[in-house]
């Protein structure tokens, strides 16, 4: 029914920047919020940043400041720009999506790694 495709991960030095996107297809007119979420090894999955269709945002504590989360709904696409970034930001990035009413995630992406490194 939908489906979610992120790209734009890679490898970075510390205080670089990386843009990832995440394309969405199928049947999305009942799409609400959309977020990034990410795991590293051996850690749970965490909510980085989120955006509701009208556009309001919310971001974990630790990218507040470096990270800005948007989406364009005329090209159906979210994307995370990631600023400063620091060896621990290094995980696996997930896009995901939420269905109007629905209180739980409802669709995922397959992930793109983004690693951190000297």
């Known amino acids: 029914q939908v489906q979610l495709v992120e790209s734009g991960g890679g490898l970075v030095q510390p205080g670089g920047s990386l843009r990832l996107s995440c394309a969405a297809s199928?049947?999305?007119?009942?799409?609400?919020?959309m977020g990034w979420y990410r795991q590293a090894p051996e850690k749970q999955r965490e909510l980085v940043a989120a955006?509701?269709?009208?556009?309001?945002?919310d971001y974990a504590d630790s990218v507040k400041g470096r990270f800005t989360v948007s989406r364009d709904n005329a090209k159906k696409t979210m994307y995370l720009q990631m600023n400063s970034l620091k060896p621990e930001d290094t995980a696996v990035y997930y896009c995901?999506?939420?269905?109007?009413?629905?209180?739980?995630?409802?669709?995922w992406g397959q992930g793109t790694q983004v690693t951190v490194s000297s």
């Open positions: 995901s999506a939420r269905r109007r009413s629905s209180s739980k995630i409802n669709y």
């Open positions: 199928g049947i999305i007119f009942n799409i609400a919020d």
């Open positions: 955006i509701t269709s009208g556009g309001n945002t």
